[in-house]
Structure formats: C-alpha cells, structure tokens
C-alpha cells in the first residue's frame, strides 16, 4: 500500500495551457493554435513551441477556465471542431492534470485551406 503524501501539488496555468494547446492540435479540423488578438484582421498561426499563446487559462478556485484561439480547417463543421475540441481539452485536462475545468470556451480566428 502507497504511503500517503501530505502536502499539495500546484500546476502553473501556464502549464495547463501548453497541454490543453497540445491537445488541442490533435483535434481533426484544427490547423493550429492562433493569438488570441487579430492583426489587420488576420489570425497569426503560432508556432509549437509558443502554443500557450494560443490558450488563455484562469484559475477559479479548485477548477479552471480555458479560452482557446484556433484557426479550423476550410470545409469542417465549425460547431462540431470546436464541440470534440472542448471535449478532448476538458478530459485531457482532467485526466493528466487532475484538475476540474469549469469551462472550455473555443474562439475561431479564422479559416485555413491545408495544402
């Protein structure tokens, strides 16, 4: 039998927002993470290494609130991507972080034809 650890884990929400961003690119229709303000109008693609650029994570006491800025693939169901993609973001996050996600809320900044 495990001996019991006191103590508490605290988890950056940095932290969170670079896993919700990795699970967020494994979701059929996203083409990748976007910033969150648009410039001229255009959504700017990140980069892997700076996908919590893309995320926006707010701690609420025990659970947390997630904003995600994606650009969708041209020609997918929009509601749908964004319906699998707050799913899987919520279970990866509760699953692997252990954290209670209050809410998923998915921002599309804009449309992407993959070549």
Do not use: W
Not at 24 to 40: F, I, K, N, Q, W
Not at 88 to 111: F, M, N, S, W
């Amino acid at each position: 039998m495990p001996e019991e650890v006191h103590g508490r884990i605290e988890i950056h929400d940095d932290v969170l927002a670079e896993i919700a961003g990795f699970a967020a690119l494994e979701c059929y229709g996203v083409v990748g993470m976007a910033s969150p303000t648009l410039r001229d109008g255009v959504a700017q693609l990140l980069s892997r290494d700076k996908l919590r650029k893309g995320v926006s994570v707010h701690s609420l006491g025990n659970s947390v609130k997630v904003d995600l800025y994606v650009v969708i693939e041209h020609g997918t169901n929009l509601s749908q991507v964004s319906h699998n993609l707050s799913d899987r973001v919520r279970y990866v996050l509760e699953t692997q972080a252990g954290v209670k996600v209050d809410e998923v809320d998915v921002h599309v900044q804009g449309i992407k034809i993959r070549k």
